[in-house]
């Protein structure tokens, strides 16, 4: 028989008709609960309690939020026993437990004799390892070193004025690109050598040309210099805008955009078969001399392709590093990965678990994926 309860606020009450219970049957009686918004967020333990014997049995609800009555807290031990049925809630510091104004009558069975059930009602700990086993299914766990051959590089350009239509540059100063270009301002980050301008004779089959000097580099502003052929070309970079200037040569060539190079990224690929978007992962890594790794980001593709998990890193480990994958399927969708790093979080504080693509600064300073930082590049011209 399945009994209901209400919980509203810290107030408990059976909704069935009846409000008795007979004894004694095990595995039998059950209960179900449900609960208002102010129990969200909380977790939910039930106790069954009875009022003369005062056996007080703890159970854990499923996924349903039900389960079995205890029969412990079902023996009767004189007339006039009560089932108090309660509700225990914990959300960090916060805790709750709820008050039943009328408990359920325990009515005594027929049953002649005094023998009781051998197995127990099971522990707490128990019932959350059978749950674990029912929700937490086809698990996953890799334990994999990565060797300092393991790791592979990164490198690529990036195109940073995508929106520049290809241009025959004289001596007047054209617009590449506006927004907010206060990165490339950063000489050390970018050097002026990590900077291409792409040409051509005829406005398709694109060059790429590297810079070839710096003549300005300021807090406010860095004059880039190039030379393609008997040409010299000066871009200014500013917070606000790109612009382009040819200040020597006559030969017309058209100037495509204005990229950067990326370079020294370095990632390892677990290739994991089975994953799907039910599984919650976490990666442990284990640095031996908590200072192999020092800038760490994690990427899982969110389309899932090949099953991969990458971990990336901007400089080259400096020694074998440990790793434990783990991944539970959980009626959860889930679609980032966990680090976990054993020896705490100073060494790998940089770590970005979401898309940088947008024109906020919220993650300039936080380590992302060559793929990402791409996007987040192209994202921040207008």
């Keep these: 028989m399945t009994y209901y309860f209400s919980v509203l606020n810290l107030e ?46 703890s159970m854990v609800l499923d996924i349903n939020n039900e389960c079995l009555i ?70 996953i766990y890799i334990d994999k070193t990565i060797y300092l051959d393991d790791w592979q590089t990164i490198s690529g350009i990036s195109t940073i004025t995508p929106l520049f239509t290809p241009t025959i540059i004289t001596g007047a100063t054209e617009t590449m690109a506006t927004g907010n270009l206060v990165d490339y301002l950063n000489e050390t980050s970018y050097p002026y050598n990590d900077f291409y301008l792409f040409y051509s004779t005829d406005g398709i089959n694109s060059i790429q040309s590297q810079a070839t000097s710096q003549t300005v580099a300021t807090s406010s502003q860095r004059k880039i210099q190039f030379i393609i052929g008997t040409n010299e070309y000066e871009v200014r970079i500013t917070a606000t805008n790109i612009t382009i200037k040819r200040t020597s040569g006559t030969t017309d060539y058209y100037i495509h955009n204005l990229s950067i190079r990326f370079d020294d990224y370095f990632y390892y690929a677990y290739q994991v078969s089975g994953l799907t978007q039910n599984h919650r992962s976490t990666i442990i890594i284990k640095d031996p001399s908590r200072e192999a790794i020092r800038d760490l980001a994690i990427n899982r593709y ?77 994202s921040k011209i207008i």
């Design 70 to 139: 205890p029969y412990e807290a079902l023996v009767p031990d004189a007339s006039e026993d009560y089932l108090i049925v309660g509700a225990f809630g914990v959300n960090g510091t916060s805790k709750m437990y709820t008050h039943m104004n009328n408990p359920l009558l325990i009515i005594d069975s027929n049953k002649a004799d005094s023998v009781v059930p051998i197995d127990p009602t099971p522990s707490v700990y128990d019932q959350i390892m059978t749950e674990f086993a029912n929700r937490y299914v086809d698990s």
């Design 12 to 57: 408990l009450s059976c909704t069935n008709s009846k409000k008795s219970i007979i004894s004694d049957s095990v595995e039998f009686h059950t209960a179900h609960f449900t609960f208002d918004s102010q129990w969200d967020g909380y977790g939910t333990t039930v106790f069954f309690t009875n009022s003369k014997t005062g056996v007080s049995i």
């Design 302 to 378: 969110q389309e899932f392709i090949n099953d991969t998990v990458q971990i990336f890193t901007s400089q080259l480990p400096t020694a074998d590093i440990g790793t434990k994958f783990f991944a539970f399927k959980t009626n959860q969708t889930i679609n980032l990965v966990e680090l976990s790093n054993i020896f705490g979080t100073a060494y790998y504080a940089n770590v970005c678990e979401m898309s940088i693509s947008d024109l906020t600064t919220e993650c300039d300073n936080q380590l992302a994926t060559i793929a990402q930082i791409k996007e987040y590049v192209n």
